[in-house]
């Protein structure tokens, strides 16, 4: 099973793997992982960026880190976990809204 930090690679490697839909999204995201692989990472799709630490965002989204890793491995669907209060988004919820995108 992975972990935060995989996920958070890989959607690296999708936001510099496709500028243009980066460009389209052009927002900061927060993420608030909770959980023993806790930690705190910015998805900055502004600068094609994701970076471990804290940082200004227009969107915080909190989840636990085994509810993150089974949306990035499809396990669980993002708008369901959404719905069942799994994952907790503060912000442009618009902007959150894109996200799907790159997820």
Do not use: H, Y
């Amino acid at each position: 099973m992975g972990t935060p930090k995989s996920v958070f690679a890989k959607i690296d490697e999708r936001l510099k793997a496709d500028p243009a839909k980066t460009k389209e999204i052009d927002g900061v995201f927060k993420f608030e992982v909770t959980g023993a692989n806790a930690g705190i990472w910015i998805v900055d799709c502004k600068n094609v960026a994701v970076t471990e630490g804290d940082g200004e965002a227009e969107v915080t989204i909190t989840v636990g880190d085994d509810d993150l890793v089974a949306i990035d491995a499809e396990e669980l669907d993002a708008m369901q976990a959404f719905m069942l209060g799994k994952v907790q988004v503060e912000g442009d919820m618009g902007l959150a809204m894109k996200l799907q995108q790159i997820l």
